[in-house]
């Protein structure tokens, strides 16, 4: 998981984190406190089902990028910063799902890691097809990835802000953070890289 006070003094490295499954008791009360920022309400005001859908709705009322065909069987919602080694690793081994059109993931895109997160965000986020740019940003990725831009534009801006609150109102502080409905059918989030085979199940399905 990368978060911006574990970067490695002195270098471009992002210390490693091992990633930690959210209970539903957590999820339920995360979510009842997005519900309380977004909705005014306390997170004992209503059944944890309806928080979790809550939730849910909020995630699809945000503005995330397509990584997927959209008739996906799975959705998975993935904060992501375009610096994080560790969501870089999540692209990569999502490929068997995505490229067979069995996940479809949903980028909402955050700039913390490093001094130039932000602008390299605004640069996807601001590009003709967006899903393009983050696919061409992943496969660059290991020789500097996507050019940040100069500046980032205030409606950018206003977009990481926002993500930025979604996120953390579900209890994350790094990336990568997932979202996904599990086999059962029940919201489920994730803390971190899924580096397990059996991990990697559990958001992504069976292959």
């Not at 640069?123 to 983050?134: C, R, T, V």
Request: hydrophobic fraction near 40%.
């Amino acid at each position: 998981m990368c978060v911006p006070e574990m970067i490695t003094p002195g270098t471009n490295k992002p210390m490693q984190s091992r990633p930690t499954e959210f209970s539903r008791r957590h999820l339920i009360c995360a979510s009842g406190a997005a519900l309380g920022l977004f909705a005014g309400r306390t997170p004992a005001s209503q059944p944890a089902v309806d928080d979790a859908s809550v939730l849910w709705s909020d995630l699809e009322k945000a503005p995330w990028i397509s990584g997927g065909g959209a008739a996906a069987q799975r959705i998975v919602y993935v904060f992501s910063d375009p610096n994080c080694i560790w969501c870089h690793r999540f692209w990569e081994a999502s490929r068997p799902w995505v490229d067979a059109g069995k996940v479809q993931l949903r980028y909402l895109i955050v700039g913390l890691v490093r001094p130039d997160s932000a602008r390299k965000a605004a640069a996807i986020l601001g590009a003709k097809d967006p899903a393009q740019a983050i696919q061409d940003h992943e496969k660059a990725y290991d020789r500097g990835g996507v050019s940040p831009l100069p500046a980032v534009p205030e409606n950018t801006a206003r977009t990481l802000e926002n993500n930025l609150r979604l996120m953390r109102s579900i209890g994350f502080r790094g990336t990568p953070a997932l979202v996904y409905r599990d086999a059962r059918g029940e919201v489920t989030a994730m803390a971190g890289f899924p580096k397990t085979e059996d991990g990697l199940a559990s958001v992504l399905g069976k292959r």
